[in-house]
């Protein structure tokens, strides 16, 4: 059975930088595509970026685009987003995703395994 366990979210302060880490573990990491998603209360979840099953692609948001970096690491089954320049509407629950052979849909409806979240609050 394959799990996702979100780490690294905590409370920083805005411009801070922060990585956080999803934790793979079950059989071949490496055929699945992963994606990290945002939510804040009473809102759907919101795409922030995602890698294709090889790792040769990757996908952002709009809003992020420049600051964050997703990537896998298939030697450790980790799935990492680097975040930089942080601001207070980074706040926000973080979710990991996986696709087998996911292509890094931009789409919640694409990933059907997730992880419970890590909470990451950004202050100004």
């Known amino acids: 059975q394959i799990q996702l366990v979100e780490s690294g979210g905590r409370f920083v302060q805005a411009g801070d930088s922060l990585t956080l880490s999803c934790s793979f573990s079950g059989r071949s990491f490496s055929t699945y595509g992963f994606a990290w998603f945002r939510q804040t209360p009473g809102k759907d979840r919101e795409f922030v970026a995602s890698v294709n099953w090889r790792g040769a692609n990757s996908y952002y948001a709009e809003s992020i685009q420049g600051r964050f970096t997703i990537s896998k690491d298939n030697a450790k089954n980790t799935v990492y987003l680097r975040m930089a320049k942080l601001k207070a509407r980074d706040t926000a629950v973080y979710y990991c995703?996986?696709?087998?052979?996911?292509?890094?849909?931009?789409?919640?409806?694409?990933?059907?395994?997730w992880g419970q979240g890590t909470q990451v609050t950004v202050s100004s």
């Open positions: 995703g996986a696709d087998f052979y996911g292509a890094g849909l931009k789409k919640e409806y694409g990933y059907e395994i």
